[in-house]
């Protein structure tokens, strides 16, 4: 069974950084791709950035050079540095490990970006 718990989130100023964390329980963490997702109101649910097993990133246009994906094999966590926040970022994120047969998903951690 695979857990994902996310922390780390809160308010923020425009121009502001905040630190994401996932930690993950489960042997599988090593062998799967790991992503964070941001769910604004009324909104869908759109991907932030990813980052592969063997450490290969990707994001999302808004928050390129902005944010920075991590992840570290011995704790078993996955870190999302976001600098420079706009108001536009206040959404839930999630964080999601992915497998063939089914995604698992925290909790969902509340980042707000407000003055």
């Known amino acids: 069974q695979v857990q994902l718990v996310e922390s780390g989130g809160g308010l923020a100023q425009p121009g502001g950084s905040l630190r994401l964390s996932c930690a993950a329980s489960?042997?599988?963490?090593?062998?799967?791709?790991m992503g964070w997702y941001r769910q604004a109101p009324g909104k869908q649910r759109d991907l932030v950035a990813t980052i592969t097993s063997g450490g290969v990133t990707t994001y999302a246009d808004s928050v390129k050079g902005r944010f920075t994906i991590s992840r570290n094999g011995a704790k078993n966590t996955v870190d999302l540095q976001m600098n420079s926040l706009k108001p536009e970022d206040t959404a839930i994120y999630y964080c999601?490990?992915?497998?063939?047969?089914?995604?698992?998903w925290g909790q969902g951690t509340q980042v707000t970006v407000s003055s």
């Open positions: 999601k490990l992915s497998s063939p047969s089914v995604d698992y």
């Open positions: 489960g042997p599988i963490f090593s062998r799967r791709a």
